[in-house]
C-alpha cells in the first residue's frame, strides 16, 4: 500500500496525513480504441488503476504502448470507448461540455514536452493566462503568477518571453502554468524530453519537490532515470499494465520520513540519477 505525506506546518516536517491517502484517479476497466479507416486500434485494454493523493506516479512503455492516450483521458482531453474514469470520486462520463472544460481548468494541470507557451507574452503573462476565467483580479493573477514562478526558481525571469528563456526555464514556466489553479493532480507527458541531462535532472528535482510539497504528479516519460526517481512506476505494455514498481521516492519517504523539500544532489547522485558526464556535456 502506497502511503501519503503531507507537511505538519506545527512540526516542519512530513507526516502522514488520513485525508491525503484518498484517491484521486481511478479508472476501472478503462479501453479506448481508434477507428482509423474502418480499421480498429486497440490503445487501452481493460486497464484498471488507481492514483493516490500526495503520490508521484511515473508511466513508462514502449512507443505506442498507450501512455499518452491514457493521460489525455485521465484528463478528460478525450473519452475512454468503455470503462470508468473517476477524478476525486466523480465519474467523468457523467459529465459534458462545459463541466469538463471546467473540470480540466480546474482540477488538471497539463505539462507537456513542446512547453505550449504563447510566444507573444511573457512568462508572468503565461501563467496568468491559465487563471483568466477564475474570477480573480488582474492583480490578483499577477501575484500568484509571480509567488508560482518563485516556487519554480524563476524569480527575476518574470518579464521574459519564451524565446528569451532556456528550454529548462520555459518547461519551468510551463510548470508553473500548470499549478496555477491548485489542481487536483499534474499530468506530464514527456516533459523532460527536450532538456539535456543537467537540466532533465533540474526538472525532475523540482518534481520531487512539488510532490514533497503536496502535490500529486502523473509522469510519463521514457527516461529511466526520471521515473526512478518517482515513487510508483507502473509499466504499459500494448495498452495493459504489464508490471508495478517502487521509485526511489517511495523508498526515501519511508526511510526519510522526517526530510522536507527536494533531495539533496548527493543523495540523488547516491540513487544513480545522475550522470557527471552526462551534466558536463
Ligand atoms: N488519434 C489517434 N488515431 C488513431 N490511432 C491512434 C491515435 N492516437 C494514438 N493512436 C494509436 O494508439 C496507440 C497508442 O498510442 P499512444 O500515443 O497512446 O502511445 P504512447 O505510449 O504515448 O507512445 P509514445 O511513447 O510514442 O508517445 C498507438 O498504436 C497509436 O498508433
Ligand atoms: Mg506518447
Do not use: W
Amino acid at each position: 500500500m502506497t502511503t501519503s505525506f503531507a507537511v505538519d506546518p506545527s512540526r516542519g516536517r512530513f507526516v502522514e496525513h488520513p485525508q491525503m491517502s484518498e484517491v484521486v484517479l481511478k479508472t476501472e476497466n478503462l479501453s479506448k480504441s481508434y477507428s482509423v479507416k474502418h480499421k480498429t486500434i486497440p490503445a487501452l485494454k481493460d486497464l484498471s488503476l488507481e492514483i493516490k493523493r500526495g503520490e508521484l506516479v511515473a508511466i513508462m512503455g514502449h512507443s505506442g504502448s498507450g501512455k499518452t492516450t491514457l493521460l489525455s483521458i485521465l484528463g478528460c482531453l478525450d473519452k475512454p470507448t468503455s470503462g470508468s474514469v473517476y477524478l476525486d470520486g466523480v465519474n467523468l462520463a457523467a459529465l459534458h461540455g462545459s463541466q469538463l472544460t471546467k473540470i480540466r481548468r480546474n482540477k488538471i494541470g497539463f505539462v507537456f514536452q513542446s512547453f505550449n507557451l504563447l510566444p507573444y507574452l511573457n512568462a508572468r503573462e503565461n501563467v496568468e493566462l491559465a487563471m483568466e476565467s477564475t474570477g480573480m483580479s488582474k492583480s490578483e493573477r499577477s501575484a500568484r503568477a509571480t509567488e508560482l514562478l518563485a516556487l519554480v526558481g524563476l524569480s527575476g525571469r518574470e518579464e521574459h518571453r519564451p524565446q528569451q528563456l532556456s528550454a529548462g526555464e520555459q518547461q519551468r514556466v510551463a510548470i508553473a502554468r500548470a499549478l496555477a489553479n491548485k489542481p487536483s493532480v499534474i499530468l506530464a507527458d514527456e516533459l523532460t524530453g527536450n532538456l539535456d541531462g543537467k537540466t532533465k535532472y533540474e526538472i525532475t528535482k523540482l518534481l520531487v519537490k512539488l510532490n514533497l510539497d503536496g502535490t500529486t504528479i502523473v509522469l510519463v516519460t521514457h527516461d529511466q532515470k526520471v521515473a526512478g526517481e518517482s515513487e510508483r512506476v507502473i509499466r504499459l505494455a500494448s495498452g495493459r499494465i504489464k508490471s508495478e514498481g517502487k521509485g526511489n521516492l517511495a523508498k526515501r519517504k519511508e526511510k526519510h520520513g522526517s526530510v522536507k523539500g527536494a533531495p539533496t544532489p548527493e543523495e540523488i547522485k547516491a540513487d544513480g540519477f545522475y550522470d557527471a558526464d552526462e551534466a558536463s556535456s
